[in-house]
């Protein structure tokens, strides 16, 4: 027999409390009596023990074996057999890489997973899974003990944040479909229960932290392309119950360009700005202290391609989208919409249909400028002349020194938006510009036509101009989190992806986005002779706080192969008993106590 909440047992120590209420001597009492002769043998005896003669009914000993049972069936007592089919999911999280005492909790989860595997014995079969990204499978086929011990020590922690996992259900029809004896958790969360079937280990304990929550790099306008000059907000968070100085470096690359020290309060973030950052192919912001878990002490941000945004503009009106050549830093290329297809558009910041649509939702970062009726992001309503706004979003690049009072487009269609978004700017007939976020990519539909650009001649909207140019040419820069994937675009022979640790990954064709992005830091695709960078970064801040992670609590109503639980159900029965005998003893002793000395004074008259 074992038990699964064998904390529940500590409560068999509290039992001797019961025998406090008749230890405790009440204060004597004068009490008249006609002769001393029948009380003086007993009056001896009594006060020859130091406590008292300790009387103890009946009900004492029956409330005793309730309260005991109470407890034993809250530890949950189950028959078990020794298992040979078992599973072993280990959590390969972000948090599993903190370190304790010199120790990974990667490293203390392999530790008792082996214990366990050990126990099993060479005949055992052991399934392993791993919980990041997803629950899966290692392999196809059971192992044996010495293959899972191997499979074991080459696992490694992604830098992903934990899959949002009902581990209770999970777990149970883990156990019923594949038949496992038993299936073990190990994890860095606590465990509040266990079944019979599912048991979960816990490693690690609760850790103050500091993390780059935020690391952004970016022009503070398209005018700063040509000196290469770009500015950085760093934001960083505390998670522990004190204030720290925290040192912050920006690196470009491994150079150091800047640093600040900062005192981040308990609890909360800070934001730290840097200004006149040169021109590197990818940045890197960096904690200098040291902490449990140094993954997300830093976080890393790349630098588009060049230093023009290049544009792809389709258009049956060439002549008014090449207006936009007027602006420094732009790089702008002019197809018909007819020629769209053959055309490769992987080498461009920005994609412009005007007046167009294509079959399919670029890759690319794209502006749709009244598009045709049939497009998947929104319908067009009804034409409107002279236009005004009504609502536009604030603070947003797109509104950004903007004076909407004299911004009138001649001629407008509100849009009908048919997917989730943002609308921009709003007239009183509709939304007027609307922005979708699609893995990672920027699309802006505008219901007005802000071409040709005039500059000075038509202020209001030459700067609105400017400001979709900045939100698109800024939009690369960003960051994504780890384990999003990589839009691919068209792949050639040969092209491949080097993973932060170094792997080079041949890409295949057919393939359009490659997901597995499983660790921090720069992915760079060549191309060619080309060579494109993204950056990946942990985000997901409850990873990053150590103090207090979320327990698992395992449902205990289902039981498998693994045991037989024989006292849990019983408890809510076995409390209301004890209750009730607490109630029957609190008024029928009193009445008992009562009733005994007339019983007495009876027997005496009737000696006398």
Same mark, same amino acid.
């Given at each position: 027999m074992e038990f699964l909440n064998p904390n529940a047992l500590f409560g068999l120590l509290a039992l001797p409390l019961l025998l406090l209420p008749y230890l405790v001597r009440r204060k004597p009492r004068r009490v008249m009596f006609s002769s001393l002769l029948l009380l003086k043998e007993s009056g001896e005896a009594a006060s020859s023990r130091a406590w008292g003669r300790i009387h103890l009914p009946w009900i004492f000993f029956l409330q005793l074996l309730l309260l005991a049972l109470l407890i034993g069936a809250l530890s949950e007592p189950v028959f078990s057999i020794h298992p040979t089919n078992i599973a072993i999911i280990l959590?390969?999280?972000?948090? &599993?890489?903190?370190?304790?005492?010199?120790?990974?909790?990667?490293? &203390?989860?392999?530790?008792?997973? +082996?214990? /366990?595997?050990?126990?099993?014995?060479?005949?055992?079969?052991?399934?392993?899974?791993?919980?990041?990204?997803?629950?899966?499978?290692?392999?196809?086929? *059971?192992?044996?003990?010495?293959?899972?011990?191997?499979?074991?020590?080459?696992?490694?922690?992604?830098?992903?944040?934990?899959?949002p996992l009902d581990y209770n259900h999970i777990l149970d029809q883990l156990a019923r479909e594949h038949k496992y004896q038993r299936v073990y958790l190990f994890t860095d969360h606590p465990a509040r229960r266990q079944t019979a079937a599912a048991r979960t280990i816990s490693v690690g304990q609760p850790q103050a932290n500091f993390a780059v929550t935020g690391f952004d790099v970016r022009r503070a306008s398209l005018a700063n392309v040509i000196s290469g000059r770009l500015e950085a907000s760093v934001e960083v968070a505390n998670f522990s119950n004190k204030d720290e100085k925290i040192r912050i470096v920006v690196k470009g690359g491994e150079r150091a360009l800047a640093n600040r020290e900062l005192l981040v309060p308990a609890g909360k973030t800070v934001v730290a700005s840097f200004d006149n950052l040169a021109d590197q192919a990818f940045y890197q912001a960096e904690i200098e202290n040291r902490d449990a878990l140094m993954l997300d002490n830093r976080r890393f941000a790349v630098l588009p391609a060049g230093r023009s945004l290049r544009i792809l503009a389709v258009s049956p009106r060439p002549k008014e989208i090449a207006s936009l050549k007027a602006i420094p830093g732009v790089d702008l290329d002019i197809v018909a919409p007819s020629a769209y297809g053959e055309t490769d558009t992987s080498a461009y910041g920005l994609e412009i249909f005007h007046f167009a649509t294509p079959a399919a939702l670029p890759r690319n970062p794209t502006l749709f400028i009244l598009p045709p009726q049939n497009n998947s992001l929104v319908d067009l309503a009804a034409p409107v002349t002279n236009i005004t706004v009504s609502n536009w979003r604030e603070p947003h690049t797109l509104t950004r020194y903007v004076n909407f009072s004299l911004f009138r487009p001649a001629y407008a269609r509100p849009l009908k938006p048919e997917s989730a978004g943002e609308v921009v700017i709003e007239s009183p007939?509709?939304?007027?510009?609307?922005?979708? /976020? +699609?893995?990672?990519?920027?699309?802006?539909?505008?219901?007005?036509?802000?071409? *040709?650009y005039l500059g000075r001649e038509n202020l209001p909207?030459?700067?609105?101009?400017?400001?979709?140019?900045?939100?698109?040419?800024?939009?690369?820069?960003?960051?994504?989190?780890?384990?999003?994937?990589?839009?691919?675009?068209?792949?050639?022979?040969?092209?491949?992806?080097?993973?932060?640790?170094?792997?080079?990954?041949?890409?295949?064709?057919?393939?359009?986005?490659?997901?597995?992005?499983?660790?921090?830091?720069?992915?760079?695709?060549?191309?060619?002779?080309?060579?494109e960078l993204s950056a990946r970064n942990l985000q997901d801040?409850?990873?990053?706080? #150590? +103090?207090?992670?979320?327990?698992?609590?395992?449902?205990?109503?289902?039981?498998?192969?693994?045991?037989?639980?024989?006292?849990?159900?019983?408890?809510?029965?076995?409390?209301?008993?004890?209750? #009730?005998? #607490?109630?029957?003893?609190?008024?029928?002793?009193?009445?008992?106590?009562?009733?005994?000395?007339?019983?007495?004074a009876a027997t005496l008259s009737m000696l006398s």
């Open positions: 959590d390969n999280s972000a948090t &599993m890489q903190a370190v304790e005492a010199g120790k990974t909790r990667m490293s &203390m989860a392999k530790a008792k997973a +082996r214990s /366990v595997i050990d126990a099993v014995g060479v005949a055992g079969k052991i399934d392993l899974y791993v919980t990041t990204p997803r629950i899966v499978k290692l392999s196809a086929a *059971p192992l044996s003990a010495t293959q899972a011990v191997s499979a074991i020590e080459a696992l490694e922690a992604y830098d992903l944040g934990d899959a007939s509709g939304p007027l510009a609307f922005a979708v /976020v +699609r893995q990672g990519v920027r699309y802006l539909t505008l219901g007005f036509d802000p071409l *040709p909207m030459s700067i609105f101009t400017l400001n979709f140019l900045d939100w698109f040419s800024n939009a690369g820069m960003k960051s994504q989190a780890t384990g999003e994937p990589l839009a691919l675009g068209r792949i050639e022979p040969g092209d491949s992806i080097v993973s932060p640790n170094g792997e080079t990954i041949s890409l295949t064709v057919g393939y359009d986005f490659f997901g597995a992005t499983f660790y921090q830091g720069i992915y760079a695709r060549r191309r060619g002779g080309a060579k801040l409850g990873e990053s706080d #150590l +103090r207090a992670p979320a327990a698992i609590d395992l449902n205990a109503g289902t039981v498998q192969d693994g045991g037989t639980s024989v006292l849990f159900s019983f408890w809510p029965y076995l409390l209301t008993a004890a209750i #009730l005998l #607490l109630v029957l003893e609190w008024f029928a002793s009193p009445r008992m106590t009562k009733l005994a000395p007339r019983r007495r």
